[in-house]
């Protein structure tokens, strides 16, 4: 051992985890350096012209220690691309042309399926039901559909209020017994009575065949 040796291990040593700090930073600063300078002779154009693949700079890989153009030697190729991939975009993009292409192509088509998917998500939506104009229903629109059990399964629907929407009532008794094929009458108070329990039937019916009557002014009375 030397006498400068000596000198050296007799100053202070910096701790192990100092020279670990300062190793990461001088590294993190090559690269640094290495990725600016690439750039700069990736974007020659007389480089790009002459030797596209072979940038002057030398960047050995971490992984292998190669320069990165010898990378296909190594034993983890694959580790070795993804490195390079993370750290020299551009570098990679120039190394491995088909593999970029072929992961663009995967995304794309992922990008794609993810669209269609979310395309059939909203057609598989119910489609909102449209705002019905709020029609100010009074008293004087509403029509009564009242069921009543008469004998055992023996329904009587009575139907009244029509006469409010201007309906001649023995015509539309006429009408709605011959839509229904089912018997009908009309009571003491001018109501229609049909047998059986005709209800959902009318509920349907009615707005669709008289305009004038809504959905809103119906009121159904089960039994
Ligand atoms: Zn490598």
Not at 74 to 85: D, F, G
Request: net charge positive.
């Amino acid at each position: 051992m030397s006498d400068s040796d000596d000198d050296i291990f007799k100053k202070k040593k910096p701790s192990k985890k100092k020279i670990e700090q300062q190793q990461k930073q001088q590294q993190q600063q090559q690269l640094q350096q290495q990725q600016k300078q690439l750039k700069q002779e990736l974007n020659q154009p007389d480089l790009q012209q002459n030797n596209p693949k072979h940038p002057k700079l030398v960047i050995y890989c971490v992984i292998c220690t190669l320069p990165v153009e010898f990378c296909t030697y190594s034993k983890a190729p694959q580790e070795c691309k993804e490195w390079l991939k993370t750290t020299f975009k551009d570098l990679y993009a120039l190394l491995y042309p088909e593999d970029l292409k072929l992961e663009q192509e995967k995304q794309a088509a992922l990008l794609l399926q993810q669209q269609q998917i979310a395309q059939q998500q909203i057609l598989l939506q119910p489609p909102e039901k449209k705002k019905k104009k709020k029609v100010k229903v009074t008293e004087s629109d509403m029509v009564y559909i009242k069921v009543k059990e008469r004998n055992r399964n023996k329904f009587i629907t009575t139907l009244s209020g029509l006469e409010k929407h201007g309906l001649d009532i023995k015509e539309t008794q006429k009408k709605i017994s011959k839509k229904f094929g089912c018997g009908s009458s009309i009571n003491e108070k001018g109501a229609i009575e049909l047998q059986g329990d005709l209800s959902a039937e009318l509920e349907e019916w009615l707005p669709k065949e008289y305009p004038s009557i809504k959905e809103d002014m119906i009121a159904i009375q089960e039994k």
